[in-house]
T-cell receptor, first 115, second 111 residues
Framework: GAVVSQHPSWVICKSGTSVKIECRSL??????MFWYRQFPKQSLMLMAT?????????EQGVEKDKFLINHASLTLSTLTVTSAHPEDSSFYIC???????????FGQGTRLTVV | KQEVTQIPAALSVPEGENLVLNCSFT??????LQWFRQDPGKGLTSLLL?????REQTSGRLNASLDKSSGRSTLYIAASQPGDSATYLC??????????FGRGTSLIVHP
């Protein structure tokens, strides 16, 4: 199967700072990647769809100015949590599909803790 | 809008038992259904993928079935082991190919 790598796997930051999370497709090109957020004991909720070379599409209720998504190449999408607050502490995970494929491949996830 | 429900939410069993985890979804127009395992604080491990045209998939002690018309899937775990303890997530993908997840079943297998 295809490999999606996410970095970092965990990060602790101070309130008010920004944090960048990277999602890479290692052995395939992904024109579209997806970002999810998971709060404790909750399901994974789709935050946004990252589109290579164009603006991301955000789900209802997700602030696009707070969660900046950049998909500058066919193998890399980044999620930047700007001016992070403790309520942004969560597990963030990305996924991508092979071109024309229906199976989703997930990164390892990033545990963000804002103190 | 697709909604995915997993029952039970939590399960605690002694080692050796055979288990059935249930997943139901509201919109039967799906392309596939995936079962994942998630260990505490970790990412997702894909266990089984069932395409909409398939009825079941097997991998080792795991067997997943799909009844698309009734919107149901089950994950059967044979001869459970303590190492099977984790949260099991069900996700369905429709026309957008974006998986919609259930809340998961938290499984504890005690020795």
């Amino acid at each position: 199967g295809a490999v999606v790598s996410q970095h970092p796997s965990w990060v602790i930051c101070k309130s008010g700072t920004s944090v960048k999370i990277e999602c890479r497709s290692l052995d395939f090109q992904a024109t579209t990647m997806f970002w999810y957020r998971q709060f404790p004991k909750q399901s994974l909720m789709l935050m946004a769809t990252s589109n290579e070379g164009s603006k991301a599409t955000y789900e209802q209720g997700v602030e696009k100015d707070k969660f900046l998504i950049n998909h500058a190449s066919l193998t890399l999408s980044t999620l930047t949590v700007t001016s992070a607050h403790p309520e942004d502490s969560s597990f963030y995970i990305c996924s991508a599909n092979l071109q024309g494929g229906t199976e989703a491949f997930f990164g390892q996830g990033t545990r963000l803790t804002v103190v | 809008k697709q909604e995915v429900t997993q029952i039970p939410a939590a399960l605690s069993v002694p080692e050796g038992e055979n288990l059935v985890l249930n997943c139901s979804f509201t919109d039967s127009a799906i392309y596939n259904l995936q079962w994942f395992r998630q260990d505490p604080g970790k990412g997702l491990t894909s266990l089984l993928l069932i395409q909409s045209s398939q009825r079941e998939q097997t991998s080792g002690r795991l067997n997943a079935s799909l009844d698309k018309s009734s919107g149901r899937s089950t994950l059967y775990i044979a001869a459970s082991q303590p190492g099977d303890s984790a949260t099991y997530l069900c996700a369905v993908s429709g026309g957008s190919y974006i998986p919609t997840f259930g809340r998961g079943t938290s499984l504890i297998v005690h020795p």
